[in-house]
């Protein structure tokens, strides 16, 4: 094993330049990889009998995975066996947070809106095609033979099952393509990221809440873990396993005194114009209650504030007798306030953006410059063209027009930029906290359906509906992991650079994981005969029959909801001139955006943890407030081992209890 010293590892490996030391960091690449893909393997035998065989719970959609939790403190537990067993395989911290880097990514790939949605979008036109639905004669002749399997007996063994196991001379060469597609987004986005990353880290300093519990969790001195050393972690942690524990016995025993999942402060509303405020619901949500300690006030303020407004919109429109179904259109506003939010923060990052692009004809660049960049600029910039342009051909190919492609993806890519920003500054642990399908609907319901036909005809309507799964999935915001790598890697002193090569690869290895664990299952029981069939299901249905709908009667213009998308766009430029001139500002335009999003999930835990710490600020100070970090980290830790490992890990019995607490962390 010498050649596996401990000396070796990845965050000193640089150092060496000789024959052999470089073969002594291939090989610890090599262990490091393959410990990794061997515990994101178990992860999906996990993940394919709790969220895919009896869906009891959808750990892959927490932020971060509740597998990258349970893999971190499994490696924290191990690695001090092996310290003492076999010190050349154990692990560094850097390592150890390489590999948690790497989870991240890996085991949210075959989540409910990534790969479970894409396999419901290939199915749904062909298993539920039928005369009455117009499917088979609409959309069979449009859908890209090369992406879908058009062959029926393929497709109807995956919704009821077969012998013969799953037909992958048929799936491979199409799952090989989707992969492409996944990597050139990927690549597209760490392009942005590379333009933007020294101006939110270096010079605005953005805190990055999320990364604070990785961090303190590999801390150690002498061989011991501060954090899991510290009272107020433990006091945290027990509360929210308290809670999570009596909802559990709850399950078992109905008559089990439990706190529940939510306090819904709208059931009386039962007469209008009361009626409109519902729902208003306080969710019990630890983990965002734990991270959002770490927020600062103004955002956490701005959100439930904006939540507010929201509702007060739906009373005045009750009130004067305004009925417009969604009315007052809290995705549609958001979906304005996430664009202008993206041209805000391109406008406040001009100057560097512009130094970053005039640096691409300078030849000389400083060792320090040279540390603290992902990409160069040269690369950056060759990524965001290469990657953007790849999609559009990609999409072009399989039947989309050329301006839909360009229009979709500039929004999609719009709306992850803004997330990327949200996790950098305000750290939501939520990986749906965007205005999800909007990125889609917005066309549609600005333009109508009619241009989509006359520039593009069926084809393109029927290939912009195969791919909803940019817009109603989640795999854009996955950019999240991709900044807060970065991050993790400014405060261990490693190359920028060491995440751009681990997170491609983390995309691939999550994708295979995803396709197998997933077709396996299906094929062997059935996707129909499934509890939770093929997540997406219905949302497909609804995308494909809206195509058929447009083709016998094209939809017009829906101006409310434009002019709803209008008003979230220009209240966030007010807020956001506002803040650039009035610096203290209590609105934040981040707190807006997201209160339209998910405004009805967040607001009371937010509403709750500001009032915290506006206490503790106000009245203890700011040396109080760092020694209750500890306390918050706990309760999110508790909460995500609990209700995450022990909860998520004992659902893969399949009982019926698991139904009477459902876990869902989306």
């Given at each position: 094993?010498?050649?596996?010293?401990?000396?070796?590892?990845?965050?000193?490996?640089?150092?060496?330049?000789?024959?052999?030391?470089?073969?002594?960091?291939?090989?610890?690449?090599?262990?490091?990889?393959?410990?990794?893909?061997?515990?994101?393997?178990?992860?999906?035998?996990?993940?394919?009998?709790?969220?895919?065989?009896?869906?009891?719970?959808?750990?892959?959609?927490?932020?971060?995975?509740?597998?990258?939790?349970?893999?971190?403190?499994?490696?924290?537990?191990?690695?001090?066996?092996?310290?003492?067993?076999?010190?050349?395989?154990?692990?560094?911290?850097?390592?150890?947070?390489?590999?948690?880097?790497?989870?991240?990514?890996?085991?949210?790939?075959?989540?409910?809106?990534?790969?479970?949605?894409?396999?419901?979008?290939?199915?749904?036109?062909?298993?539920?095609?039928?005369?009455?639905?117009?499917?088979?004669?609409?959309?069979?002749?449009?859908?890209?033979?090369?992406?879908?399997?058009?062959?029926?007996?393929?497709?109807?063994?995956?919704?009821?099952?077969?012998?013969?196991?799953?037909?992958?001379?048929?799936?491979?060469?199409?799952?090989?393509?989707?992969?492409?597609?996944?990597?050139?987004?990927?690549?597209?986005?760490?392009?942005?990221?590379?333009?933007?990353?020294?101006?939110?880290?270096?010079?605005?300093?953005?805190?990055?809440?999320?990364?604070?519990?990785?961090?303190?969790?590999?801390?150690?001195?002498?061989?011991?873990?501060?954090?899991?050393?510290?009272?107020?972690?433990?006091?945290?942690?027990?509360?929210?396993?308290?809670?999570?524990?009596?909802?559990?016995?709850?399950?078992?025993?109905?008559?089990?005194?439990?706190?529940?999942?939510?306090?819904?402060?709208?059931?009386?509303?039962?007469?209008s114009p009361w009626s409109a405020l519902k729902p208003l619901i306080i969710w019990y949500r630890p983990e965002l209650i734990g991270f959002g300690f770490l927020?600062?006030?103004?955002?956490?303020?701005?959100?439930?504030?904006?939540?507010?407004?929201?509702?007060?919109?739906?009373?005045?429109?009750?009130?004067?007798?305004?009925?417009?179904?969604?009315?007052?259109?809290?995705?549609?506003?958001?979906?304005?306030?996430?664009?202008?939010?993206?041209?805000?923060?391109?406008?406040?990052?001009?100057?560097?953006?512009?130094?970053?692009?005039?640096?691409i004809f300078r030849k000389e660049k400083s060792a320090q410059q040279a540390q603290r960049e992902v990409l160069s600029p040269k690369l950056s910039l060759a990524?965001?063209?290469?990657?953007?342009?790849?999609?559009?051909?990609?999409?072009?190919?399989?039947?989309?027009?050329?301006?839909?492609?360009?229009?979709?993806?500039?929004?999609?890519?719009?709306?992850?930029?803004?997330?990327?920003?949200?996790?950098?500054?305000?750290?939501?642990?939520?990986?749906?906290?965007?205005?999800?399908?909007?990125?889609?609907?917005?066309?549609?319901?600005?333009?109508?359906?009619?241009?989509?036909?006359?520039?593009?005809?069926?084809?393109?309507?029927?290939?912009?509906?195969?791919?909803?799964?940019?817009?109603?999935?989640?795999?854009?915001?996955?950019?999240?992991?991709?900044?807060?790598?970065?991050?993790?890697?400014?405060?261990?002193?490693?190359?920028?650079?060491?995440?751009?090569?681990?997170?491609?690869?983390?995309?691939?290895?999550?994708?295979?994981?995803?396709?197998?664990?997933?077709?396996?299952?299906?094929?062997?029981?059935?996707?129909?005969?499934?509890?939770?069939?093929?997540?997406?299901?219905?949302?497909?249905?609804?995308?494909?029959?809206?195509?058929?709908?447009?083709?016998?009667?094209?939809?017009?213009?829906?101006?409310?909801?434009?002019?709803?998308?209008?008003?979230?766009?220009?209240?966030?430029?007010?807020?956001?001139?506002?803040?650039?001139?009035?610096?203290?500002?209590?609105?934040?335009?981040?707190?807006?955006?997201?209160?339209?999003?998910?405004?009805?999930?967040?607001?009371?835990?937010?509403?709750?943890?500001?009032?915290?710490?506006?206490?503790?600020?106000?009245?203890?100070?700011?040396?109080?407030?760092?020694?209750?970090?500890?306390?918050?980290?706990?309760?999110?830790?508790?909460?995500?081992?609990?209700?995450?490992?022990?909860?998520?890990?004992?659902?893969?019995?399949?009982?019926?209890?698991?139904?009477?607490?459902?876990?869902?962390?989306?």
């Open positions: 094993m010498k050649e596996l010293s401990p000396e070796t590892t990845l965050d000193k490996m640089d150092v060496y330049t000789s024959t052999d030391s470089i073969r002594r960091r291939a090989l610890r690449v090599l262990w490091i990889f393959l410990v990794a893909f061997t515990l994101n393997w178990v992860c999906g035998i996990w993940v394919r009998q709790a969220e895919i065989v009896v869906l009891a719970t959808q750990v892959t959609e927490a932020v971060p995975p509740v597998p990258a939790i349970g893999v971190l403190l499994f490696l924290l537990i191990v690695n001090q066996l092996l310290r003492r067993i076999c010190k050349p395989l154990s692990f560094s911290r850097s390592e150890i947070l390489l590999i948690y880097f790497f989870t991240t990514i890996a085991s949210s790939l075959p989540g409910c809106g990534i790969v479970r949605f894409l396999f419901a979008l290939i199915g749904t036109p062909v298993y539920y095609a039928s005369g009455e639905n117009e499917f088979d004669t609409i959309l069979w002749k449009n859908l890209p033979s090369w992406l879908v399997p058009l062959d029926r007996d393929t497709i109807r063994s995956l919704y009821l099952g077969s012998t013969a196991g799953v037909p992958w001379d048929v799936w491979i060469p199409k799952l090989l393509w989707w992969t492409l597609f996944f990597v050139l987004y990927w690549v597209c986005s760490l392009g942005l990221i590379g333009l933007i990353v020294r101006q939110w880290c270096d010079k605005e300093k953005l805190v990055f809440p999320l990364v604070q519990l990785p961090l303190e969790l590999t801390k150690s001195e002498n061989g011991k873990i501060l954090f899991l050393r510290n009272k107020l972690m433990w006091i945290g942690f027990s509360l929210s396993s308290l809670y999570n524990a009596m909802n559990m016995l709850n399950a078992y025993f109905p008559s089990f005194p439990a706190l529940g999942k939510m306090f819904d402060m709208g059931a009386s509303f039962i007469e927020v600062p006030t103004d955002v956490s303020f701005s959100i439930w504030f904006s939540y507010l407004l929201f509702k007060l919109q739906a009373l005045i429109g009750e009130l004067i007798g305004y009925r417009y179904a969604g009315f007052p259109f809290y995705q549609e506003q958001s979906l304005g306030a996430y664009l202008a939010m993206s041209a805000y923060l391109l406008y406040t990052a001009r100057l560097h953006i512009l130094e970053a692009l005039q640096s990524f965001l063209v290469f990657g953007f342009i790849g999609m559009v051909v990609f999409a072009v190919a399989a039947g989309m027009a050329t301006w839909l492609a360009c229009l979709y993806f500039s929004i999609v890519l719009a709306v992850a930029f803004v997330y990327a920003r949200i996790r950098a500054e305000v750290g939501i642990p939520l990986i749906w906290m965007f205005p999800f399908f909007q990125q889609k609907r917005f066309i549609t319901y600005t333009l109508g359906t009619q241009p989509l036909l006359d520039r593009g005809g069926v084809k393109s309507m029927t290939a912009f509906a195969l791919f909803t799964f940019m817009s109603r999935g989640y795999y854009p915001e996955l950019i999240g992991y991709q900044i807060e790598g970065i991050r993790i890697s400014d405060h261990l002193g490693w190359k920028r650079s060491t995440t751009i090569p681990w997170s491609i690869l983390a995309v691939v290895v999550g994708l295979v994981i995803g396709y197998y664990f997933h077709l396996t299952p299906y094929y062997h029981h059935g996707a129909v005969r499934l509890r939770g069939g093929i997540w997406g299901t219905w949302l497909a249905m609804e995308e494909y029959r809206a195509v058929v709908s447009a083709v016998h009667i094209p939809s017009p213009p829906e101006m409310p909801k434009v002019v709803a998308t209008i008003a979230g766009a220009i209240c966030v430029a007010l807020l956001a001139a506002i803040r650039l001139v009035f610096l203290q500002m209590p609105i934040h335009p981040l707190g807006y955006a997201m209160a339209g999003a998910y405004g009805h999930l967040i607001w009371g835990p937010f509403f709750i943890v500001w009032l915290i710490k506006s206490l503790i600020l106000h009245y203890a100070g700011g040396v109080v407030y760092k020694r209750c970090i500890p306390f918050f980290l706990g309760f999110a830790l508790g909460h995500y081992f609990t209700a995450g490992l022990v909860w998520g890990l004992w659902s893969v019995t399949g009982a019926e209890v698991f139904t009477r607490y459902g876990v869902w962390f989306g």
